[in-house]
Structures are given as C-alpha cells and as structure tokens.
C-alpha cells in the first residue's frame, strides 16, 4: 500500500456541560488528507487549500502527529501528507483534531494498523498540544472513535464510547477567529464546590440522557455553569442565537468547544432545519459573516475514502 486517503470530520467538543471531557463527530464539514510513504527520514506537509498553514511539520499539527508516529517506531522512512481542509483553522469545531486525526489514521493504516484507536487519540493529542497550548482529547477523541465520547481520564488514558439517541446538529460559525489558548486562559483557575457539584449533576444527567434515549433529560442536563458564562462575551448574539434556537424547538446547545461556532441539538432533521433558519435570521440582521451546517451525529469517526 503506498498511500491511504482519509476524510477527518469536524467535532463539537465541550457538549455544554462537560468541558474537556465529552464531545462528538459531525457527519460534514470534513477536511480530505492522503499520506503516502516516503524513502526520506521526514515529515512533508503539502497544502491543497487556501488557509496558509505551516509547511513546517513541527509546526504543523498533522506534522508533529506524523512525528511522534514515527518516533514512536524508530522509522527509517518518512510520510508526505497531502491537506484539503474544508474545516476553518480556529471555528471552534476541531479544526486542528481534524487534521491531527486524519494524519494518525492515515499513517496507521499504512504501517499495517498497528496502533489501538486509544493509542491514535495519544498520538492526536500531540497537534492538540501544538494547536492550544494544553493536551485536550475532547475532540480528538469523537474525531477518531466517532459518535459521543467521554474522555474519563487524559492521564492515563481512557476514553468512552458513549450510547445515543438519533440526533440533529446546526451549526452556526460566525467568521470571526477565537484562540483556544485565549479562550482558555479566560477561564476560572477554581470553582466552588457549589459550582461544581451543580455541573458534574448535570454532565451525569446528560449521559445518562443520551444511553437511556430520554431527549427531556438530554435538555434539562445542557446547562454550563462554569465556562459558557465566561466565554460567551466572547460571542456575537450568543445570548440572541441560543433564546431563538430554543424557541424553534432546539434541545438544547452552546459554544462549541472553545468557538466562536454555536451548536444546537435537535431529535428531528427537520427541527435542526427549523432552528437553522433561526439562527441564520440572526446573524442576518448583524455585520457578522457566518456559515450554517446541519450534521446528523454519526457513530463513525475518520473514514477511508
Ligand atoms: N475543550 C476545549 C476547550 C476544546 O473548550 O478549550 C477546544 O477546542
């Protein structure tokens, strides 16, 4: 086999009330890798897009992840990575996971699939670090898993594959940029254990929501009490998009992982169309570009094409 082509979904990380912990993979938007085998001891990164990412691959996410791969074997051969990104650097729908988990994928499968999908989410966890700052799983997790995953621990790690009902994301990516590592360091470094006692109820309840199919329980649990009241600022209309998602029947959302995209969850497709158009009517009446996805959430993860 001399070379694997991929397709990377987008993921939606955080889920409301479980910050680092849960998440789950989008059907579309995708990004389009192929990684082919090279003679040369290195990592060569080629851009088909016009997002301008570093060609470095210690720079690069899917690079430092094709790294550590190697590294990991003692290879004396390297990988060139060929990069579609349809997913915007820094929406807020795991750009970067995206990318970090297409190149694992990928490179496993030509080096005979000797990597545990627990171990690709370790290697993934390298672009994480490079992209943010800190070695998060939640979206590297759903991205390579797929469906709903909750990351227990990063260290070690363990991470499950959760139960789910058929589900409906919109997506709504206001086009401006937010840094995970500024969106990060806005954070509270404690919560009182009031605070915390009210999110873990909830981050329980959501799970046990999504494994019994209970979509009241799924909306009761989606309240975030620790990181949505501090980045919201953040977000244009946040406040107006999430009362209109709601009315139009949404179970519930929020921020998607660190943003500025929003995600809204419905049980029907033609309710996550409905809030779609509320959601579009408005960014409409802002200055704000924006794009909208609908997605079912699908149980596979990165898929060979
Ligand atoms: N859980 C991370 C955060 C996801 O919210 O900072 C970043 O994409």
Redesign the pocket.
């Known amino acids: 086999m001399q070379e694997v082509r991929v397709l990377a979904p987008a993921t939606v ?2 889920v409301v009330c479980g ?2 912990c849960l998440g789950f993979a989008l059907e579309k938007p995708f990004d389009e890798m192929t990684v082919r085998r090279i003679s040369e001891r290195t990592v060569r990164i080629v851009n088909r897009d016009y997002f301008n990412l570093p060609t470095d691959p210690e720079k690069n996410v899917a690079g430092v992840v094709l790294l550590a791969l190697l590294a990991k074997i003692n290879a004396d051969f390297g990988f060139e990575v060929e990069v579609t990104k349809h997913i915007k650097p820094g929406s ?1 729908i ?1 750009s970067s996971s995206a990318s970090s988990c297409g190149a694992a994928v990928a490179a496993n499968r030509l080096l005979g699939d000797r990597f545990s999908k627990l171990e690709l989410v370790d290697f993934a966890m390298e672009g994480e670090q490079l992209a ?1 700052g800190e070695k ?1 799983a ?2 590297v997790a759903p991205c390579i898993y797929g469906g709903f995953t909750l990351v227990r621990s990063t260290d070690p790690l363990d991470i499950v594959s959760l139960d789910f009902p058929p589900l409906f994301a919109t997506v709504i990516h206001p086009q401006i940029e937010i840094k ?1 590592s500024e ?2 360091a806005i954070l509270p470094k404690q919560v009182s254990l009031k605070t915390a006692v009210r999110q873990w109820g909830h981050l329980g309840s959501l799970v046990a929501g999504l494994a019994q199919g209970d979509y009241n329980l799924i909306s009761r649990s989606m309240e975030d009490f620790i ?1 949505e009241p501090v980045r919201k600022s953040l977000i244009p209309k946040f406040d107006e998009v999430k009362l209109e998602s709601l009315a139009a029947g949404a179970l519930g959302g929020g921020i998607s ?2 943003g500025p995209s929003m995600f809204f969850l419905s049980k029907m497709q033609a309710t996550a169309e409905r809030v779609e158009l509320a959601v579009r009517s408005v960014y409409e009446r802002s200055d704000c570009e924006f794009n909208t996805y609908v997605s079912e959430i699908v149980s596979s993860g990165v898929k060979f094409v």
Do not use: I, K, L
Request: hydrophobic share 20%; charged share 20%.
């Open positions: 990380s955080n910050f680092d807020g795991g943010s998060h939640d979206n995970t969106a990060r990181v992982g660190s």
